[in-house]
């Protein structure tokens, strides 16, 4: 049984981790002269960075497992602080009620209050297919809505939040309501929200470590990964894939593929696809992303980990601070990095702006928030991320699961990841999609792919990591998984 696996991000990376480990015959194709996709991290003016902030969480024991057996005590525990900027002013984020009720001011605040109150007896239509302001709206009312959702997510989508499908909060603030969120800030109860945890592992190479080790494994056990090496085309027989093509021409033969890379360009480079299947992958759209790292002559500046920029006068939508994660990333160095992030589609001017533009727009709008003071801003940096977030536009859902029906009849091609299954992935559920992708490939396991990242969380063992190790839900402590990564 020999396997192909098309992208070497968490969830590509994780197949082929998983199926070395089972002793299966693996080649992993990696577009990019790195591994790590877009949870990579890289050397910038003396230290380590990550594409913006990447905070990993999961509750399921089988991806804290699987992470810790990756990157062993090499890890740090960190302390999220994080905070909204909005009209000059910082909110705690998650919200704490006195912080964000002296923040909007009185006036602002009964405003709040009462527009919750008027959406709590207001009876709606029962619906399955809401809009995200429609959905956010009913559970934290009308103005908060307005403040704290709307600009953010219209920067981030680049589309109106009513044409915005629910599905984006449903993943991401599930069944979190402005009780709940109240609650916790009291400390009222004894679950926290998967939105609202404060602390989580980070390890001390950067979050890109994770995969890097995970293909050095790979390659140890005897298989390989091949960088610089984009997959064009998929060649198929019968309903069968037969193998893949690289850039060069060159065309090797497997018994089965899964790819990770884009889910519309996976369709477009099968033959036989049918009309309607090509008219769906054309409704899908993705928004791409602009880092621009700034050099700080500071080491003092903000102590956040990261801030959302909910404010609409500014283009950027969230500015993160290395400096706030871990001592090991900034290499003893007296200057912070900063990166501020922006979202556009690839026609927009944004895209192609050049380097010294961007850097010049980041700057200004960075000196705008007042975060750095009259430090100095030394030098700048850019990376363009493609295909960074598939648009969870209203109707989207029917469009993937007409492709997803047709590429179930083809068995031996597994699609998965953020953009090869068109889910608005972190990197716990891309890491979860390439374990049991491995399962299936591996034990003939009958998973559906397709449903991780919308309801996964119900069916597993819960255990979350602490600085000791994994604690299961009935709170102990389990000791860190050890000897996978030993030389095979
Ligand atoms: C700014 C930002 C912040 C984030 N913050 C967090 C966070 O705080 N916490 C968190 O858990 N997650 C976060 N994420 C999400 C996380 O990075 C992703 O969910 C995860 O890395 C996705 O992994 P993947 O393997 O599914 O996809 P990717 O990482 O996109 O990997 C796909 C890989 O396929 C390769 N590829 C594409 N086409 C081809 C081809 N034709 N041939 C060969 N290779 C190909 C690509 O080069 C890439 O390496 C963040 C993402 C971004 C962009």
Not at 444 to 462: F, M, P, R, V
């Amino acid at each position: 049984m020999r396997t192909a696996v098309i992208g070497a991000g968490a969830a590509g990376i994780t197949a082929a981790y998983e199926l070395s480990k089972a002793g299966h015959s693996v080649d992993v194709f990696e577009a990019a002269p790195v591994v790590g996709g877009l949870g990579r991290s890289f050397d910038l003016w003396g230290q380590r960075v990550d594409l913006g902030p990447h905070r990993f969480f999961s509750c399921d024991a089988r991806i804290n497992r699987l992470w810790l057996e990756v990157i062993g005590r090499d890890y740090a525990m960190i302390d999220r602080l994080t905070r909204i900027y909005y009209r000059k002013r910082f909110f705690h984020y998650p919200l704490k009620p006195f912080d964000a009720l002296s923040n909007l001011g009185g006036w602002e605040s009964t405003r709040c209050l009462a527009s919750y109150a008027t959406e709590k007896f207001r009876t709606r239509a029962a619906s399955h297919d809401l809009s995200f302001e429609q959905w956010v709206t009913s559970r934290f009312g009308r103005r908060l809505f307005e403040v704290f959702f709307k600009t953010y997510s219209e920067k981030l989508w680049g589309i109106s939040c009513e044409d915005l499908d629910a599905d984006f909060a449903a993943q991401r603030i599930k069944k979190l309501s402005l009780l709940e969120a109240i609650k916790n800030a009291f400390q009222i109860g004894t679950t926290q929200h998967k939105t609202l945890v404060d602390r989580f592992a980070y390890p001390k190479e950067g979050s890109g470590a994770l995969y890097t080790r995970m293909a050095d494994f790979i390659e140890r056990k005897g298989n390989k990964v091949y960088l610089n090496s984009p997959i064009q085309r998929l060649m198929s027989d019968h309903g069968h894939v037969t193998g893949v093509e690289l850039s060069t021409g060159e065309k090797r033969l497997y018994d089965h593929v899964v790819s990770t890379m884009p889910l519309t360009l996976l369709v477009k480079s099968l033959s036989g696809v049918p009309d309607s299947v090509r008219a769906a992958v054309d409704g899908l759209s993705f928004r791409n992303t602009i880092l621009v790292y700034l050099e700080i002559d500071s080491k003092n500046l903000f102590p956040d980990n990261w801030i959302y920029v909910h404010s609409p006068e500014l283009q950027t939508g969230r500015i993160t601070n290395f400096r706030n994660w871990v001592p090991e990333l900034h290499r003893g160095s007296e200057n912070s990095i900063l990166a501020l992030e922006y979202w556009c589609n690839r026609d927009d001017t944004l895209w192609s702006d050049s380097h010294d533009s961007l850097a010049a727009t980041a700057s200004a709008e960075l000196r705008k928030t007042g975060l750095i003071g009259k430090a100095n801003i030394l030098r700048g940096h850019v990376e363009r991320l493609n295909r960074c977030y598939p648009v969870y536009r209203r109707g989207y859902k029917t469009l993937v699961s007409h492709i997803a029906k047709w590429i179930n009849g083809i068995n031996n091609l597994t699609p998965i990841g953020r953009y090869g299954s068109f889910k608005y992935n972190n990197q716990d559920h891309s890491l979860l999609m390439g374990l049991l992708a491995a399962e299936k490939i591996n034990q003939g396991a009958k998973h559906n792919l397709w449903d991780i990242n919308t309801d996964y969380e119900s069916y597993q063992e819960s255990a979350v990591i602490t600085e000791l190790g994994l604690r299961s839900e009935h709170q102990e402590e389990l000791p860190i998984p050890t000897g996978t990564l030993q030389p095979a």
